[in-house]
């Protein structure tokens, strides 16, 4: 019974995987996604489903929490300190999920955030995990992933001017 329970979790796994990995390149591909940011956001949320797939294939073995709840709590541990001593790391991740499903520009659009202390005006080259990169004249200029769903952002057209909607960087308008 164990056994065929096991497939069972196994087979789910895959077919959420094979499901979880198809949408995200389908999603991607229609928001005009670069492959790189598909691939890490893939890769992340695999991550994920894995750490959930084995607990509940432990679970389905019949080995109790408590029999690894020695190994399990000293790596959430490590992996815990590691987070809170770098906790940007973690919402910069969370804001590059965010940003993948509901931040309204691509790369390629021309853009400018607003800030109190300098409005920065370019072109987005590229959304990664961590940060946004815009382009401005020759410099590149490195903008957080949280920072820039916190920041107002105005999407410009062709000719410098503002767009004709004005929207925060989780997209409401403004």
Not at 54 to 83: C, E, N, R, W
Not at 110 to 135: A, M, N, P, S, Y
């Amino acid at each position: 019974m164990k056994v065929l329970s096991l497939l069972i979790v196994i087979s789910t796994y895959g077919l959420c995987m094979a499901f979880l990995s198809r949408l995200i390149k389908r999603l991607g591909q229609k928001k005009s996604v670069s492959a790189y940011r598909i691939a890490y956001l893939t890769k992340m949320l695999n991550l994920t489903l894995s750490v959930f797939f084995f607990m509940l294939a432990m679970l389905v073995l019949g080995i109790h929490y408590s029999q690894v709840s020695v190994f399990l709590s000293s790596m959430f541990a490590v992996i815990g300190v590691a987070l809170v001593a770098q906790w940007s790391i973690l919402s910069n991740m969370t804001a590059s999920l965010v940003i993948f499903f509901a931040f309204p520009y691509r790369v390629g659009d021309r853009v400018k955030v607003i800030d109190k202390d300098d409005d920065i005006t370019g072109v987005i080259e590229e959304i990664t995990l961590f940060h946004v990169l815009i382009r401005r004249d020759n410099d590149m200029i490195t903008y957080p992933n949280t920072q820039i769903l916190q920041k107002a952002v105005v999407k410009l057209t062709d000719n410098n001017s503002p767009a004709a909607h004005h929207t925060n960087g989780l997209g409401g308008t403004t």
